[in-house]
């Protein structure tokens, strides 16, 4: 089996076994630029490492060594060739760019002999003996794991010494007794010479280029990008050229287009007399990229148009890497440029106009998670840079956030009338802290995941919320904060959060406004064209509602009615409703209720104008709803009118061992149907109102928590003859459905039973996906994080459907469901609505919709558009 | 479609639609026995009644009226004529016997003009206006819901004025008054006259049979005794017969077996000139059958021969309901009786002994949870014969009960919900007291004999019963009892009932162990010759398994090793281990545990001699195992030797908010490897032990809570390590085996997957049902009752396995996992496996075992060996 490729027998289709940047390289040999000679060992090469207990076999270090033969014949150098030496870096390159998370070590074939022959050669032992002690403290490093700083501070107390400011400021003969230094402190710490052997150099490099495929940062980064941990490193090994070998020489970084704006001109930065880490370490300010024409014109003209040919050959923009080595440009790297938002979505429409690829394959070329930037505030770049990283937590809510800091809710809302910027800090929000989430800028809890209460609630909200950031503690009494460092942070003090990264800032950064340019709306009309799926939001108010109808929803997939009384006027009603100690008290609690939720309902049918309306009824436990702290449950009782002791009693008495598989959803409605009647009387009651409006509704009221036939029939026939005696009685002729959610497994398993009864499903996968893998989304926080790092699981299946299991029961339950009754009407109201793979795999199953937070709505018509373009493609 | 059948249209196998006392009926008939005329209204018409909205339609009345008109004419009387008037009985009948829970309706037929014609042309005013007077009582009850003690106090304040102690003394003049005051008390609740048209009596007494099908005693009794509701009662009319007409007359019941022993004569009791009811009722003791033959030896022999030829006829025991009007003996009923365990054992063997039955039809006789009763405790002998005798009532049911006194059934359900053993004490019992009987171990009554309403339901439970102990008196509103001595015992009190003797204690006395010997082993020994399914039970400890092993188990497929911690020594060790801070603090206080659970597998593996050992990893979440109370929490803190708010603080950590969804199973042994590494060392240690003394065990290993293959083979790699290097090591040969509960929805749909690396699957159905209903059983409790009650659900899906949606799953996953390894070894080692018709579905499904609490063993195999036989039958 062929484990090692040269580059000229690549090309750019083999990222798969090349790794991106190998196939790149080898495109760009294969096309005659300037590409410094080298090959790849494969992808394939590292699974076979890590199979074999973490060894390269012997005929894989066969075909390494033959390559560098080859090298040495294409360059006429000589690995370990004291007069002509061929100096190699060796670099990962994995299918996907995974930028800095794994190792690479440059100027590898240095030893004693070829560094002090070759520095005599070239006249330059300065530069040698630089590149040769990078070498050792990066071997060092990355392959024996010795901590960097030991090598650092040889240099830092040489400087000290000879009061230098600046590395360039060192001697030739600074650089030899640093490389003495740093040999001897390898040899304190290995117990054995530095190699000096480039065979051993380079397999024992490539091994530990291997083994960072595996490092914490990695695994951390694929499971953000949804790379799986099988697809593995490709190594690639180049010929060293060098940018630091006099004011001839130089190194940069250039993209084709803008990456932040995407317009169309050269965008960039270079050094002079520089090598590649300097630009990037911003150890000296770089130039920008337009200034190398007054610098090296021909070297300018020659890279432009390099430049302007590879972003035709690939049809994208180009983030490339350049040297320039005594006046000789080449090319090290190219690769599709990461962009912002703002600056994809240009390019892509751009490129259409400009002809050069199709609308279809523009609506590829947009990441759909991205566009969420688009919709929020954002930082300021520049201060963001300037700004102290004091915590991390999880990204939770995409955008920005900067205020003050409040620990309650109440005070939150309190700060908020005041005027103020808040950032509401907690241990983990509750459905009480609702109003002071939807007052605050931003949301950091210490607790919970990327599906928690928080979290669900911000993204809903469109709030930035950083979750689950257990670096930091709270004394919610003394209404503090602390930092791992110790730092603290006072009630009032400010904050900022971005909820893109999950990085909590200790300080007020500046913001910008979203700038939404007409590319988005072009861009938007297009996935519109194309796409199958309808895109429906979870929306519980009218606002919400106005928010998702500007952002393309063409429905509410998901109200959810108890969101509608965690206002303090009307959750005193609801209080006494649960409390009720007979059906007559219940009743008349829910009279209390009745007229809000009607007129909530008549607002958000007004807000759709007539486009469908999925109404969930009544789901979490009531226990949810009660108050918690002493004085909350003695104001309760008072308005009560009972003792605290009783009330504290029947609180207590509605608590559950396991709330979420507890009494809730339909079983509300079974125990008390009474509820059942009550929010239908809303529902009609409001679709009556809004048709003397002319305003045509047809509810699609949904019982959620099904398992049983039975179950939904009992709540139906309760549902159908309230709504029935109302319509007649009114004399308006209304049109309505009665549907379930597929959230439980047995339901799913038997589809076909409950599509007797149920006109739509809509499945929700958030429940659905805790009871199939059998795990809360409250909990499993805590130990999910060993299943991430153990490689257990790769990506987090509440935020990304579980095809493979929760999956499984979506396509029987869609299968069995039709046979039943073959117009059923099939939609998705999970968290994984808005998100890439869950989209694509929910238009395979064919759903009709899929339903998600206002703020993703963009999303997933993009993701709907690039499900379709991509089946067609597949077909 | 034909709805009403006469008797002579039916037979012994229209069960379904005649109902079982309909259908015996219709066979007695053919058979030519004495049995009076009537039709029955069958189980279709019922379920018509409901569908309909709880009417009878005009077909049907119909069909009832021309079989009225068919009985005109074969007895030669006339619905509603005065001078020859036909009287009739209206009763229930479902398929399967349900005694006492539905309503019956006597002497229907009578008006004021037919009473007032036929008394003065039978010469016998008494008798026609006892008649008259208790139907009007009757009908007010059963078909206007109006309270019997109305009508009952009349009686009682008559009886008072006049000093009399008996209804007997009562005059026909009295009856005459009465009768008159019955229907003035009618007609003030009613505000209308007690119906005088015969047809209208007849159809709406039929009305409220079908509508007693789904009264609340009528549900409970068909929960706990798997009956359908969609089954529907079938309603019986036949003319009545009386057995009050005169010292010629009488009335009784009898088994052609001893129900309580099995003995093979004759068993029952009559009265002479009685009604039934008076038998049943208990207000007058009844003589023993024995004595008819004196009384009445014609009636006896003729009555002899008919059991014996009834027996035959069904190949069962008979319990039969006979009356004798004017010297003419009736057959009322014939049904296969219901009886102990070791009556049923008995006379299963019995049957087959004398060449009646086969062996397979001798194991289908008996019902395999009624062997429970024969592993009840018994008392020590010696203690029993030192104990005092304080009454002696009759030996209604078998077996042996100590307990607390109460002397309401909701008294007993309280105090056993405190975990108390209890006693009934009723003057007699009723239907409504059926949860308390179930809930209580044992029963007592002061009135009734040995097929009172007690004694039948007793046996039919299996609970201990002494029924009809006049010697005692209670006071039911003080709470007392009082021995004919004046002995005093009150609410709470200790008493022992000897169920075989009949005899009362006024002590607590010590309980023995039960045995399998004599017809239960011969007849077990048959059960065993013709099952497919292995037998094993789930033990924890080395008394446990040695029971099981007594009671005929092959294994052991589920052994808790949490359980082993609950010991006031290794409860220690234990938090220590979970409060671990890191984990070479978790391995320390697991080398403490180490040696322990080594010494208790040791114990188990000899104990089982070489038998099977399924061995379940730590399941539960770690907070169960922590101190909750302020006192224990301080005691552990200072043990510990650490801070009480630490402590506090670390167990407030582990607190989840859905623990049944939490970090437990497997999930610890990804987070704490060296959990598995501890567990798998004592196994393969004690293993390695017992080989030593020639007890050749393969430790099944079994890992809980599996729901992805990577993580079955994260913890496998880690058992096996350990476990390969231990034997390495030891230098003897130990095979052992690692396998997985399939409890995790997602492990049974992608069993497959699981299969990779699983020799074998044992289904956790507790978790899995959960899971599969999405409801917790700790919090079901509050819910499931509504459930019920609204005939959502038929039955427990913890108690017997959801076959639609659990079982399901089950499918998938046997059909998936043997897919991908042919000898899959599959268990179960849920609550389901002592169940029958969950034994039954494992079988179908093609389980090697099922595994079961000692104590159920029996029961399963007996059940293993029914489905079994079931399924030849049905090829």
Known sequence: MKFVYSFEEGNKDMKEILGGKGANLAEMTKLGLPVPGGFIVTTEACNTYYQEGKKINDSIVQQILDKIKELEEKTGKGFGNPANPLLV????GARASMPGMMDTILNLGLNDIVAQTFSNRIGNPRFVYDSYRRFIAMFADVVKG???SAFENVLTRLKTEKNLRDDT???????????????????????EEFPQDPKVQLIESIKAVFRSWNNERAIIYRRMNDIPSSWGTAVNVQQMVYGNRGMNSGTGVAFTRNPATGENELYGEYLINAQGEDVVAGVRTPKPISTLKEDMPTIYDSFLQIAKSLENH??????????IEDGKLYILQTRNGKRTASAALKIAVDLVKEGKISKQEALLKVEPKQLDQLLHKNFVQENLKKSEIIAKGLAASPGAACGKIYFTAEDVSNAKKRGEETILVRLETSPEDIQGMQDASGILTVRG???SHAAVVARGMGRCC????????????????KTKDGKIYKEGDYLSLDGSTGFVYGEKIAMTEPEISGDFEVFMNWADEVRRLKIRANADNERDALQAKKFGAEGIGLCRTEHMFFNEKRIFSFRKMILAENSTQRENALSEILPYQKEDFINLFRAMEGSPVVIRYLDPPLHEFLPHTKEEIAALAESLEIPIEDLKERISSLKEFNPMMGHRGCRLDVTYPEIARMQTRAVIEAAIEVSKQNIRIEPEIMIPLIGELKELQYVKKIVCETADDIIKKSGVSIVYHVGTMIEIPRAALLADEI???AEFFSFGTNDLTQLTYGFSRDDAGKFLKDYYDKQIFEFDPFAK??????GMLMKIAVSKGRLTRSDLHLGICGEHAGEVSSVAFCDAIGLDYVSCSPFRVPASRLAAAQASIKANQSK
């Open 89 to 92: 870096s060796v670099r990962s």
């Open 146 to 148: 010795y901590p960097r």
């Open 169 to 191: 400021q060192l001697t030739a003969e600074d650089m030899l007794n640093i490389t003495r230094e740093f040999k001897k402190i390898y040899y304190d710490f290995e117990k």
């Open 314 to 323: 690939y049809q994208d923009m180009q983030d490339m890497e350049f040297t």
């Open 449 to 451: 995941g990327m599906t």
């Open 466 to 481: 950083v979750s689950g950031c257990e670096e930091i503690s709270i004394q919610e009494k003394e209404k503090v904060l």
């Open 755 to 757: 599509a007797k009864d």
């Open 801 to 806: 459907i579980d095809q493979a299991g929760v």
